[in-house]
Every structure is written in C-alpha cells, then in structure tokens.
C-alpha cells in the first residue's frame, strides 16, 4: 500500500479527520446498554420521522457488474449451497458462517474517489452520538432516513430500491426494510463480539469509507478490522478469531444474521484517520433459525470451604485481625456495601506471591470464554506444584478464610447460622484486549460476595464497574433530559495488595472495562521489568 502523500494531501487529510473528531465531541452523548448473553450490540439509530422525505438516488449508484445476470446467478446459488465463491473483487466465504465481501460496491473513479470524498465529507456535517458501555465506544449518527443531505440521501434511497431487492435475489432471504447509520471509530474505540440476533434482523451490511490518499486499503497495524468467530456446538462463539476482513474504501460486507453470525470490530490502533462506515441491517420475517438461542453457560464451581485451617496471621497483615478494625470493617461494609483494605497480606507474603507469578514458566494459563462474555486467562490450579500459589489457593478457600468474611459482612459463611455456604477462586491474567461484559440476568440474580487482590497492578488494565443494568435507570438514546440517576454503583481501581471486598446484591452486575492495545503499561517497559501482566485473585462468596 502507498503511503505516500504530498504535503497538500496530508494537510486536506488532516483538517478531514479533524473536522470528523471535533464534531463527534460537540454532539457526543452516553448510549444505553442491551442486556442478554449474546446481545445485538449496535443499538438501532434514532429515526427523526418528521424530516423524511424522497430524494433522487442518481448521485450514487450501484456497480453495475453487480447487477449483471451472471453474477446474480453465480452467487445466489453459492449462497444456496453454503459454498465459497471467488471473483474479481468479489468474494463469498462460508466459514465460519456465510459472509460476502464486494469491492468498489458503488460507480466511483478509483483514483480520484469523487462518490466517496462527498460522502465523507457529508459525515462531517452529521450530528454525532458517543456510545459508550461495556460492549462497545464509538460514535454514531441518527437514521439514515431521515437525512437530507445530497450524497448519504442519495445512498439511502440506493439501499431501499436497488440493494434490498438485490439482497433478496442473492440471499433467497424475504425482506421488507432498512435501517442505516454512520459509524466513526477514532482510536481506542471497539465493538465486542456479539451476534447482531435481535427482532427481524435478516441481514447485517457495513460499507466502509476510506477514500484519503495513501490510506484507501486497512492491514492488520491499522485494527478497525470486521473479526469473525466460530461457534462451539452449545453456539458459543470461541477463540481465537477466526477470520479478519480489513476495511477498505468503497467496500460492502454482508451476512445472514443467525445464532452463529458472532463478529466484533476489533479495536483502531491507528491515531492518523477514523473507521468509516455506513452499517445496519435488513429486516424481514422472522424465520425459526432467527430465533435466538438460549445457552446455558454454567461456568462457575462453587464450593464448599476446604476443612484444612489457615493460620491467617502468618499471611495476613494482623491490623486486620484485630476485633475492632473488624467491628470496623462490618460497620463500613454495612452502610456502603464495600471496603478496601489496603496492604491486606503481609508485606513478605505478597512479594513472594508476585514474584512467582511474574518469573515462573511452568505456569499452566488457560483462555476463558465464551468471547461474548469474556477473554482473560485463568491458572489451572490443578497443575499448580506446592508452593505460594497453591497456598493462596488454600488460604482463601479455607474455612477461616470464610469465617474472617463473616466478620467483616456479618454474612452467614461460617458459624451456627451458616448452612452451605460455598465459595468460587479464578486467579486471572489481564493484559491488552482482554475484557468482560455485562451477562444475562440470570448471572445476577443472586446475592453475592465479592473478593479482588491485584497482584503486579498496572493503571487501567482490570477496571471493574459495579451497576444496577435496569433499563429504567438508564437515560434514553433520544431523551434531552439530563441523567437522574447513574446506573453505576463502584468502581474498582487496580492497586496492590489491596483486598476488595465488595457484596452484590441480587440484581447487581459487574464488568471488567475492556483493555487498549494503546495504554500505556510500566511495568510492560524494559526499566519495569518488562512484565505485561496484570493479575488478579477473584473470589466470589455466598450464603
């Protein structure tokens, strides 16, 4: 790819992007979230009804050789027999679910890029919304059927009159409607993976923009890519990806919405220019295949405590072990429902326990899935020799590990009153890119104690936000009505040694903010240690 650009084109390019950004920022507001094990995560733009009206699509127009017989009849039965099909700038690919990819999609000049330019130019006159949550950060702009403009009007109306009934024709899918909007992804912003199964959803669509000099065709150091999945046969999407498709200039994916259609827009890297796109869907009846799935996910081992004692004042800092920090701890944990204890372990014990993590080879680290949910590592406990991780392992499983908890909660997890109580440990390995998401209810709909000691800390890597995912608290997409209440409860902040003890109450949820490729990690740099990790012990109690 040339990156070759004259002063002139770096200087037009420049003033672009940063006419792109700066309105973004004027008109930048917070998005609501879906909740749902696998959620369509691109909310469905505000439509402005009272602005609708007809404009003529003669300003932009599909490529003709897409509407030529031959190829309408290659493709259509490809797609038919669930084969791959390769042409010139075409392409159908069947794993791991159907996705087509058409080049130069629109009548434009490839060197000069006329169609395109105005379009891009028309994004710097749209009012831009942030949509910022678990699953996603990017900027997004209202339907596109209720814009005037000359150009993004005239692709609109291309999408309604010729791309629909070409999509029927290719697909053999029944459809009825549109929906569109512009996308803009600046740095750091992603879309984690999800399904896009929502409603009468029958084929999702992005038409890239990129027509700067120089910058027409995305790789891999650029992110900004579509990224596919595979699914497990529970129709879990698993790692790693599978398949990338980069963007590029006049360029249009698609693919059948369905169970298995997981996909995420991997994170820009880039700072130079943003990720355009004009994206949405199809709609349609709904079929039985469109029906989503519900998969049971039970991925986590509750246990009872292990009946080996601890002495807890040989691992934990003995200001902690004192009855009236205890009495104190209770009363704080009463009336906020949460406490840090800082330098929790001993001094002694915690460098050991960091130490190991951070030099030993021999440490078995597994991914956990599903991608939708999460992507962390997690220490195969069961390959662990004996020594100070197995002991961690035992000194927070231990039945005076549980009844220190008592008296610091007043929960029933040790004496007379307690009846099963039960407990879960993952020590995890956070670096870039790993994140977890909101889950379906069912994942908070018990009350629960949570537990979280970092271990070799680094600033932003391992966030966890605690909130109440009610949709009545959340503020409306299209409401001018300022926010009463803030749906998050705490957040919590990487520190060492520092125990995190945090009870959430049945209808509570947490996430663990996602982690930039571009942050900036200390300990990562030679001068650190050049250690990438982040690691967590995360243990969750119950009655």
């Not at 505000?46 to 599909?62: G, P």
């Not at 996308?183 to 993976?193: F, P, Q």
């Not at 039985?288 to 800092?317: A, C, K, R």
Request: glycine share 4%; aromatic share 10%.
């Amino acid at each position: 790819m040339d990156e070759t650009k004259s002063p002139e084109m770096e200087a037009d390019m420049q003033q672009e992007q940063a006419e792109l950004r700066n309105q973004a920022e004027k008109s930048t507001k917070v998005a609501d979230s879906e909740d749902g094990a696998k959620r369509a995560a691109e909310d469905e733009p505000e439509i402005n009804r009272n602005k609708l009206r007809r404009v003529d699509a003669e300003s932009v127009r599909i490529n003709r050789k897409y509407l030529e017989e031959g190829f309408r009849k290659d493709f259509s039965q490809s797609w038919s027999r669930s084969e791959a099909l390769r042409g010139n700038d075409y392409q159908l690919r069947s794993e791991p679910f159907q996705v087509a990819v058409l080049q130069g999609f629109i009548e434009d000049d490839e060197d000069v890029c006329r169609v395109t330019r105005e379009l891009e130019r028309e994004f710097t006159e749209m009012e831009w919304k942030r949509k910022q949550m678990d699953l996603y950060e990017f900027y997004q702009t209202m339907d596109l059927c209720a814009v005037t403009k000359e150009y993004l009007s005239g692709f609109y109306s291309n999408l309604k009159e010729k791309v629909m009934p070409l999509m029927q024709e290719l697909t053999g899918i029944q459809l009825s409607h549109v929906s569109a909007s512009c996308s803009m992804y600046n740095a750091g912003d992603y879309l984690l993976v999800h399904d896009d199964l929502l409603t009468d959803r029958r084929i999702a669509f992005v038409f890239y923009l990129s027509p700067w000099e120089g910058h027409r065709e995305w790789s891999k150091e650029h992110g900004g890519a579509l990224e596919l999945f595979r699914a497990d046969d529970n129709i879990l999407p698993v790692f790693p990806v599978t398949d990338c498709i980069y963007p590029k200039n006049n360029q249009l994916v698609f693919f059948k919405v369905c169970e298995r259609s997981f996909h995420q827009v991997g994170e820009v890297t880039t700072f130079e220019y943003p990720r355009l796109t004009i994206n949405g869907w199809f709609h349609g009846p709904v079929d039985q295949e469109s029906v989503p799935h519900t998969s049971i996910i039970v991925d986590t081992h509750y246990f009872g405590p292990e009946p080996e004692g601890m002495q807890l004042s040989e691992w934990i800092n003995n200001v902690y072990l004192i009855d009236e920090v205890k009495h104190n701890i209770q009363k704080k944990v009463e009336m906020f429902s949460e406490v840090s204890l800082e330098e929790f372990l001993t001094p002694d014990i915690f460098e050991v326990m960091s130490d190991t993590l951070c030099t030993s080879a021999d440490l078995t680290w597994v991914i956990k899935g599903p991608a939708h949910l999460r992507k962390y590592d997690i220490l195969d406990f069961s390959t662990v020799k004996s020594g100070p991780l197995s002991d961690l392992y035992k000194l927070f499983t231990s039945r005076d590990m549980f009844r220190l908890l008592q008296e610091y909660t007043e929960l029933d997890l040790a004496g007379p009153k307690a009846k099963h109580p039960t407990c879960a440990i993952e020590l995890q390995r956070w670096q870039k890119s790993c994140y977890t998401v909101i889950g379906d209810p069912s994942s908070y709909s018990d009350c629960t104690l949570d537990v979280l000691l970092y271990l070799n800390a680094q600033e932003n890597v391992g966030v966890v936000t605690y909130l109440v995912p009610d949709g009545e608290q959340q503020p409306s997409s299209n409401s001018e009505e300022p926010e009463e209440d803030d749906p998050v409860l705490l957040t919590v902040y990487p520190k060492d040694n520092v125990l995190n003890v945090v009870y959430r109450a049945e209808g509570t949820t947490k996430f663990t903010k996602y982690v930039s490729k571009n942050v900036f990690l200390e300990q990562e740099q030679p001068e650190g240690g050049g250690h990438p990790y982040t690691y967590i012990l995360a243990c969750s109690y119950r009655e």
